[in-house]
């Protein structure tokens, strides 16, 4: 079997010179911590992740203070700040507000829906991709060509090898722009955790209770957001598609040649 690893290119600066920023990240109206927030310089390949008690920290070399940093998470208005504000400030306490979603008025009109698989389906058992490193903030996956609406039902996975003594990532689909832009279009996070001794070779995620509808061209990805220790998680791959990935939060999305093996069914307007 081959292991096929994405090249990575950090854009890392020299470590003597960097200077650690901490902060906790709070919910506005409860001040109570969020969980995994998205942290970094936009485009710049340099971020992290908050923790389970909303705290992060992140290394930074001076000359970046003129830049800022994104704090974003699903449900939440994201936030700039900038990074000499934070270098100056003890206990920096980033507060996010909760975002508030229009109702649009609905008008109803006969449609018709077909199920569909989309994605990879085939199995290629000599070529697995995945997530070498545990690297808060890496994701990759796969995007989804329709012309008009679905209704997403369940994700599957392939996986071939599994490491780790239990797995914690997150689910995310994006609506997908012409220029490699992707816009998290989900309401609430969705987290998959389960211990090796439960997880086998196809991972199935149910999105039925999301009510997901997506628009045209989408994107689903896993997302490494939590500290699993040493290990690594591998998938399988197909043919006839991309993967697309990012090294860090907020970073930039590239692809790669090899698609990882997911699937989503889903109900796909004619």
Known sequence: MIRYYTIILLCCCNTSFCQEIRGIVMDSGSRKAIEFVNIGIVGRNIGTVSNTQGIFNILLDPEMDADTLLFSAIGYEPRLSRI??????RGNIIYLKKKAYDISEVVIKPRNFTEKT???TDRNDKVIAGFKDNHQGYECGIRLDIKKSAILKQVKINISTCTYDSIFYRLNVYSAGDDMTFENI??????LKMSKDTLNNELVI???PYNIVVNGDFLVSL???K???EGELYFY???????YFRITSQGNWQFSPVPINISVLADVEE
């Open 227 to 229: 500290d699993l220790g």
């Open 223 to 225: 997302e490494h957001v």
């Open 206 to 208: 149910n999105l039925e």
């Open 118 to 120: 989309l994605g990879v």
């Open 237 to 243: 791959t197909g043919t006839r598609r991309l993967t």
């Open 84 to 89: 000499a504000d934070l270098r100056v400030r």
């Open 186 to 191: 989900l309401k609430e996070p969705i987290y």
